[in-house]
C-alpha cells in the first residue's frame, strides 16, 4: 500500500482546500457508482428482452436509485467532521450488498456486475485510512466469496485469481494517488502559507521601519518589542545597560510576568550575559536545558529563546531577546529576520540620538538668537541713556554758552563727562566681549596688590553707592597674578550689576579670601537674590536675567 497513507481514520476539520478536494472525490465516486449501475441495469432490461431469464434489473436499478439519493446528501457539511468515515462505511457496506445481491441474481461469480465492486474499492481507498482500505478490501473478499459458495464456486481459479487481484491493485493504485494528491495539495498549501507568513513577517519588519523613522529613543525601543510579538514570540524584552556596563535592565518589556521584570541584572547573567560575552545571536530549543539560564525564567516555563545585540554607533547598547512558551530551534529565517530587527533598531538609535541632539541645537540656536534679541534690546536701552544725556547737555553748553554762569557750566560739563564714561565702560565691555568670541583678548598678568586695587575701584565708582552702603573686606599684603585691566573691569561690572539691580538701601560687600587654589574674590548684596531660573544660566552668551523692559538702565 501507499506510504504516504495515514495511520488514523481521518483528519478531522482539515484545510479548506483540502476538505473542498475531499468533496469532490466523494461526489465523482458517487456519480460514477450509480451511473455504473444504472447502465448495467439497462443492459440487463435489455438482455431479458432477448430472451434471458436471470437478469438482476431490480437490483441494480435500486441500487442506482439509492446512489442518487446519497449523492445529495448534504455533503459539505459532512466532510471534514465525525460523521464523514461512519457515513461513507456505512453506504460503501451498504452498496456491497445490494452488489452482491445484484451478482447473486446473474447467476454467481461470472456476474460482469463484479466491475461494481472495483468502483466501491476505489472509492473507499480515495477516502479512508490504510486500515479502513483493507477492512473494505476484505468485506468485498467476502461477500463475493459467499456468492461463491453459493454457486457451487463457478469460477475457474485462475480467473477467481485475476478477479481478486484486481481489487487488490486497484486499491492500491487509487489509495496511492489519492494520497499522494493529498500530500502534494497540502504541501503545496504550506508553501503557500510560509509564503504569506514570511510576507507578514517582512512586512512588519518594514512597518516597523517606517514607525522607527524620527521618533525618540524610547519610542524606537517600544516599537522593536512590538514587533517582535508580531513576529509570532510570546515574550519579548529589550535590555539595556547601565553607564558602567555592570548591570541590565529590562527596560521594555511584554508579555513577562511582572514579578519577573526587576530593576536591574548582573550583565553576565542569563542570554543577556552570554550575548555580552560573544557579541553574537543565541538561540535555544529549551531555555530549561540552557547551561546559564536564570531560575526564575526557567521556572514559568520558557521554550525557544532567542537573543541578539542591539549596536549603535559601533557600541553595544542594548539587548534584544524574544521566547515562546514551545520547546523547538528557532529557524534561520526566523533568526536572520530577528537579527534585521535588531540591525533597524541600532540604525534607528543613531537617528533618533542625531535627531535628538540636532533637535537641542535647533532650540538651543532658537534660544541663542532670542538670548542675543534680548542682549542688543538691553545694551541698546543702555547706551540710549547716557547718549541721550550727552546730546542734550551737549547741546545746551553750545546753545547757552554765554547765558549760564560757571557753576551750571562746570555741573554741566562733570554730568556730560560722567555719561561719557558711563557710555566709555559699554563700549568697553562690548569690545571686550568681542575679543573673547575671537579668541584675541590679550592678557597680561603681572602681581597686584589686590587691596589697593580693590580701594582704587570703590573709589571710582564711590558716586555709585550714594543709595547702596558698600563694605570691603580684603587683608593687607594680599597679592594675586592676573591682568589689573581686565580684574578692575570684573570688579566694577560685578559691583555695578549689584548696584543696577537691586532697590535702594541694599548693602553690598566686596571680600578676598585665600583658598587652596587662589584668592576667592565674592561681590554679594541684601537684595533679592538672582531667580532660581536664571541661576543656571549666569555666564551664557548673551544671557541677561530678568525682564529687559523693566532692568534698570547706566
Avoid at 28 to 40: E, P
Avoid at 198 to 224: F, I, K, P, Q
Avoid at 359 to 383: G, P, Q, Y
Avoid at 411 to 431: F, K, Q, Y
Amino acid at each position: 500500500m501507499s506510504d504516504h497513507a495515514p495511520t488514523s481514520p481521518v483528519r478531522y476539520l482539515p484545510d479548506p482546500e483540502v476538505r473542498e478536494f475531499r468533496i469532490r472525490i466523494v461526489h465523482f465516486g458517487l456519480q460514477a457508482q450509480w451511473l455504473a449501475l444504472l447502465v448495467l441495469g439497462a443492459s440487463s432490461v435489455l438482455a431479458r428482452g432477448m430472451g434471458e431469464d436471470i437478469q438482476p434489473e431490480a437490483e441494480l436499478i435500486i441500487g442506482a436509485a439509492l446512489t442518487v439519493l446519497v449523492t445529495v446528501l448534504p455533503w459539505r457539511r459532512i466532510v471534514g467532521t465525525r460523521l464523514e468515515i461512519p457515513v461513507l462505511a456505512a453506504w460503501s457496506i451498504g452498496l456491497l450488498i445490494v452488489v452482491t445481491m445484484a451478482i447473486d441474481s446473474a447467476g454467481g461469480g461470472r456476474s460482469n456486475i463484479f466491475v461494481v465492486y472495483g468502483l466501491t474499492v476505489v472509492l473507499s481507498s480515495a477516502l479512508f485510512s490504510l486500515t479502513m482500505q483493507t477492512v473494505m478490501l476484505m468485506v468485498t473478499y467476502a461477500f463475493y466469496i459467499g456468492v461463491l459458495w453459493r454457486h457451487d464456486f463457478n469460477v475457474d481459479s485462475p480467473d477467481l485469481v485475476l478477479r481478486l487481484g484486481s481489487l487488490a491493485v486497484l486499491m492500491f493504485l487509487a489509495g496511492h494517488l489519492s494520497w499522494e494528491l493529498i500530500r502534494q495539495k497540502e504541501a503545496h498549501l504550506a508553501a503557500n502559507s510560509e509564503l504569506v507568513r514570511r510576507a507578514e513577517v517582512l512586512a512588519a519588519v518594514a512597518r516597523a521601519a517606517r514607525e522607527m523613522t524620527l521618533r525618540s529613543s524610547s519610542e524606537v525601543l517600544d516599537v522593536v518589542v512590538d514587533t517582535a510579538i508580531e513576529l509570532g514570540f510570546a515574550t519579548a524584552d529589550l535590555s539595556l545597560f547601565s553607564d558602567d556596563g555592570s548591570t541590565y535592565t529590562m527596560a521594555h518589556v511584554r508579555g513577562w510576568p511582572e514579578v519577573l521584570v526587576r530593576a536591574d541584572r548582573p550583565s553576565t547573567e542569563g542570554m543577556t550575559g552570554r550575548v555580552v560575552a560573544t557579541g553574537k545571536t543565541l538561540a535555544v530549543a529549551d531555555y530549561s536545558s540552557f547551561d546559564a539560564s536564570v531560575e526564575d525564567f526557567a521556572g514559568v516555563g520558557v521554550g525557544a529563546l532567542i537573543s541578539t545585540p542591539i549596536y549603535a554607533e559601533g557600541k553595544m547598547v542594548g539587548v534584544l531577546s524574544a521566547a515562546r512558551w514551545e520547546t523547538g530551534e528557532p529557524s534561520e529565517e526566523e533568526i536572520e529576520v530577528f537579527e534585521l530587527l535588531a540591525s533597524l533598531a541600532g540604525r534607528a538609535l543613531e537617528g533618533a540620538r542625531r535627531f535628538a541632539i540636532e533637535r537641542e541645537s535647533v532650540a538651543r540656536l532658537e534660544e541663542l538668537d532670542r538670548m542675543k534679541s534680548d542682549f542688543i534690546t538691553t545694551v541698546s536701552h543702555e547706551l540710549r541713556t547716557p547718549l541721550t544725556a550727552i546730546q542734550g547737555m551737549g547741546r545746551t553748553l553750545v546753545d547757552r554758552w554765554d547765558d549760564l554762569d560757571d557753576e551750571v557750566r562746570r555741573e554741566l560739563i562733570g554730568r556730560l563727562t560722567a555719561n561719557a564714561d558711563s557710555l566709555h565702560r559699554i563700549i568697553v565691555t562690548l569690545l571686550d566681549f568681542s575679543r573673547i568670541e575671537a579668541g584675541r583678548l590679550d592678557t597680561q598678568p603681572v602681581a597686584i596688590d589686590l587691596k589697593q586695587l580693590v580701594h582704587d575701584v570703590t573709589d571710582r565708582l564711590e558716586g555709585l553707592f550714594v543709595t547702596h552702603p558698600l563694605a570691603t573686606s580684603v587683608d593687607s599684603g594680599t597679592t594675586v597674578w592676573a591682568d589689573p585691566v581686565l580684574l578692575e573691569r570684573v570688579l566694577e561690572n560685578l559691583l555695578a550689576n549689584a548696584i543696577q539691580h537691586t532697590p535702594p538701601g541694599t548693602r553690598v560687600a566686596l571680600a578676598a579670601a585665600p583658598e587652596a587654589a587662589g584668592i576667592r574674590i565674592s561681590v554679594s548684596d541684601t537684595g533679592p537674590g538672582i531667580a532660581p531660573a536664571d541661576l543656571e544660566r549666569i555666564g551664557e552668551r548673551f544671557f541677561r536675567g530678568g525682564d529687559p523692559n523693566t532692568r534698570p538702565s547706566g
